[in-house]
């Protein structure tokens, strides 16, 4: 799965909250950018962002002089910041659901920024989209799921350990599409090996 860190830009144009709007659409101008990161004030301040969509919205639509407007009067803070180990497909779940174009890529300092282009213009989704990737990977460990119960014995740990794997990646799918799961591979394998499983814990799990 591509990470945020691999389509990130790493180059941030920064701005300071008391800096005058129209200097905000020189700088994206200039730079041909769509966002400008809004520089902390000290260690404990938090970033802000200011996006062409601000501008357009709250300036441009309004008919405001955007030398008389102050980015801190347009600007998001805090804004929504992303961990650059994050999968693209949740960085993009993350801005679409939030409304918001683009994000500051934050871990212990600020490392860059991305937008809903970074992720159009250099995502991976069309030769591997997650669905895909999912898929494979739950046939994969089922497999072997399977082979580990058999080797180990359906009461060992490990069989527990594989099934369990199994779930969390049949979950997750079925969160991506937005599904409802009716029943996991390990309950299917609970119902062909009703025998094996006596404990409690078991028990339980597989009647959901």
């Given at each position: 799965?591509?990470?945020v860190?691999?389509?990130?830009?790493?180059?941030?144009?920064?701005?300071?909250?008391?800096?005058?709007?129209?200097?905000?659409?020189?700088?994206?101008?200039?730079h041909?950018i769509?966002?400008?990161?809004?520089?902390?004030?000290?260690?404990?301040?938090?970033?802000?962002?200011v996006?062409?969509?601000?501008?357009?919205?709250?300036?441009?639509?309004?008919?405001?002089?955007?030398?008389?407007?102050?980015?801190?009067?347009?600007?998001?803070?805090?804004?929504?910041?992303?961990?650059?180990?994050?999968?693209?497909?949740?960085?993009?779940?993350?801005?679409?659901t939030?409304?918001?174009?683009?994000?500051p890529i934050?871990?212990?300092s600020?490392?860059?920024?991305?937008?809903?282009s970074?992720?159009?213009?250099?995502?991976?989704?069309?030769?591997?989209?997650?669905e895909?990737?999912?898929?494979?990977?739950?046939q994969?460990?089922?497999?072997?799921a399977?082979?580990?119960?058999?080797q180990?014995?359906?009461?060992s740990?490990?069989?527990?350990?594989?099934?369990?794997?199994v779930?969390?990646?049949?979950?997750?799918?079925a969160?991506?599409?937005?599904?409802?799961?009716?029943?996991t591979?390990?309950?299917a394998?609970?119902?062909?090996?009703?025998?094996?499983?006596?404990?409690?814990e078991y028990?339980?799990?597989?009647?959901?």
């Open positions: 799965m591509m990470k860190a691999d389509i990130m830009t790493t180059e941030v144009i920064k701005i300071r909250n008391s800096a005058k709007v129209a200097e905000a659409v020189r700088l994206m101008r200039r041909g769509h966002a400008l990161i809004v520089d902390r004030n000290h260690e404990q301040d938090a970033y802000g962002i996006t062409a969509f601000d501008i357009v919205a709250k300036v441009t639509a309004f008919g405001r002089d955007p030398r008389q407007v102050r980015v801190y009067e347009i600007m998001t803070k805090p804004c929504l910041v992303l961990n650059p180990e994050l999968g693209v497909e949740y960085a993009a779940r993350l801005l679409t939030t409304g918001i174009h683009a994000a934050i871990q212990w600020l490392l860059g920024i991305l937008s809903i970074d992720i159009l213009d250099q995502g991976d989704f069309l030769e591997n989209p997650l895909v990737e999912l898929a494979q990977k739950t994969q460990l089922i497999a072997d399977h082979a580990i119960c058999k180990k014995g359906t009461n740990k490990a069989c527990r350990q594989a099934w369990q794997d779930d969390a990646v049949q979950a997750e799918a969160h991506q599409r937005a599904e409802k799961l009716e029943k591979a390990f309950e394998f609970c119902e062909e090996y009703p025998e094996a499983f006596k404990d409690r028990d339980a799990w597989c009647s959901g």
